[in-house]
């Protein structure tokens, strides 16, 4: 099964975007973004288990993401409102263990990733 990310690109900075998941064949298992700058260590964003009973925020974006999921879609999204240019990063789709948070367990699998570039 692969991960697959839409929604990146330029946004200025306040602005928004949603980020999308595409994520067949991982109905059952935690999901979540995660996103490493280079020479800046990784970041996990947030992850939400399969049925909504856990969701995490890392502090940097703590009130101003939003995780969402429909596992009829096997979609998981993730709305980043007042952008700044220090969330310019590659974000990237994990499916992991059903808890959160992902980073404690081996991820399952990994997209691509999909660019945010914030402009000041």
Known sequence: AQLVESGGGLVQSG?????????????YSGMGWSRQA????R???SCISPN???ILYSDSVKGSAT???????????LQI??????????????AGHPSCPLEAYEPKGWGQGTQVTVSS
Do not use: Q
């Not at 602005?15 to 109905?27: D, E, I, N, Y």
């Not at 280079?38 to 260590?41: L, N, V």
């Not at 995780?67 to 999204?77: C, E, G, L, Q, W």
């Not at 409102?81 to 994990?94: I, M, P």
């Open 15 to 27: 602005g928004s975007l949603r980020l999308s998941c595409t994520a067949p064949g991982f109905r």
């Open 38 to 41: 280079p020479g800046k260590e």
């Open 43 to 45: 970041e996990w964003v």
């Open 52 to 54: 909504h009973e856990y």
């Open 67 to 77: 995780i969402s999921r429909d596992n009829y879609k096997n979609m998981v999204d």
């Open 81 to 94: 409102t007042n952008l700044l240019t220090e969330d310019t990063d590659v974000y990237l789709c994990v």
